[in-house]
């Protein structure tokens, strides 16, 4: 008797999937638009890439402004697949909901049916920057489970665009070490502004 492999050796019919997680600032934004712009400088085929974004209800008026005036057109013209998700419920076992999935995207939803400062409230939390929890809850739990039931058995790369501002410091921001540090990051984001 032959003990399984904890990983399989064959190779997946499938071309690699590039995922992104939108957070929707200007990290993701300048991804986004760096790999669109230039996808044979970053080996990604925008054919094979999913944007995904965890919906999570606080989003600012001006974020949700700019993505549609400025991420989603660009999103539309290479025909990329951008799914909106959120949390159904408090607990984990209540899912999540897709808000959206769409290669023509217009509009950021602004909170699906459980939105973080419910949360908050309901544990009678303040909002923090201390320890991501809330990353983990509202944003990581619902992109791995979509992943995994949407994509089962792919092989994929899943990029997490992040303010590194806001990480522990022995964290590389791969956004910051990709372009170059903020003067790029400002750059791409002043190019991607005007059209």
Same mark, same amino acid.
């Given at each position: 008797?032959?003990?399984?492999?904890?990983?399989?050796?064959?190779?997946?019919?499938?071309?690699?999937?590039?995922?992104?997680?939108?957070?929707?600032?200007?990290?993701?934004?300048?991804?986004?638009?760096?790999?669109?712009?230039?996808?044979?400088?970053?080996?990604?085929?925008?054919?094979?890439?999913?944007?995904?974004?965890?919906?999570?209800?606080? $989003?600012?008026?001006?974020?949700?402004?700019?993505?549609?005036?400025?991420?989603?057109?660009?999103?539309?013209?290479?025909?990329?697949?951008?799914?909106?998700?959120?949390?159904?419920?408090?607990?984990?076992?209540?899912?999540?909901?897709?808000?959206?999935?769409?290669?023509?995207?217009?509009?950021?939803?602004?909170?699906?049916?459980?939105?973080?400062?419910?949360?908050? $409230?309901?544990?009678?939390?303040?909002?923090?920057?201390?320890?991501?929890?809330?990353?983990?809850?509202?944003?990581?739990?619902?992109?791995?489970?979509?992943?995994?039931?949407?994509?089962?058995?792919?092989?994929?790369?899943?990029?997490?665009?992040?303010?590194?501002?806001?990480?522990?410091?022995?964290?590389?921001?791969?956004?910051?070490?990709?372009?170059?540090?903020?003067?790029?990051?400002?750059?791409?984001?002043?190019?991607?502004?005007r059209g």
């Amino acid at each position: 008797m032959t003990t399984p492999a904890l990983f399989s050796s064959t190779t997946d019919a499938h071309p690699l999937l590039h995922i992104v997680a939108f957070g929707g600032g200007v990290e993701s934004a300048a991804y986004l638009t760096e790999t669109l712009t230039n996808p044979e400088k970053h080996t990604v085929d925008p054919a094979n890439l999913v944007v995904l974004h965890a919906v999570v209800g606080s $989003e600012y008026d001006d974020t949700i402004r700019d993505c549609q005036n400025h991420i989603f057109p660009l999103l539309r013209d290479h025909g990329i697949r951008l799914v909106q998700l959120s949390r159904r419920g408090p607990r984990q076992h209540h899912g999540i909901k897709i808000l959206y999935d769409t290669t023509t995207p217009r509009i950021m939803h602004r909170k699906g049916p459980w939105t973080l400062a419910q949360h908050n $409230e309901m544990n009678g939390i303040s909002p923090q920057l201390s320890d991501r929890r809330c990353s983990l809850n509202f944003k990581g739990f619902v992109l791995d489970k979509f992943i995994l039931t949407e994509f089962p058995g792919r092989n994929y790369t899943h990029t997490i665009c992040y303010n590194r501002d806001l990480c522990c410091g022995f964290v590389i921001c791969p956004v910051s070490t990709l372009f170059g540090g903020s003067s790029r990051r400002q750059s791409s984001m002043r190019r991607l502004r005007r059209g």
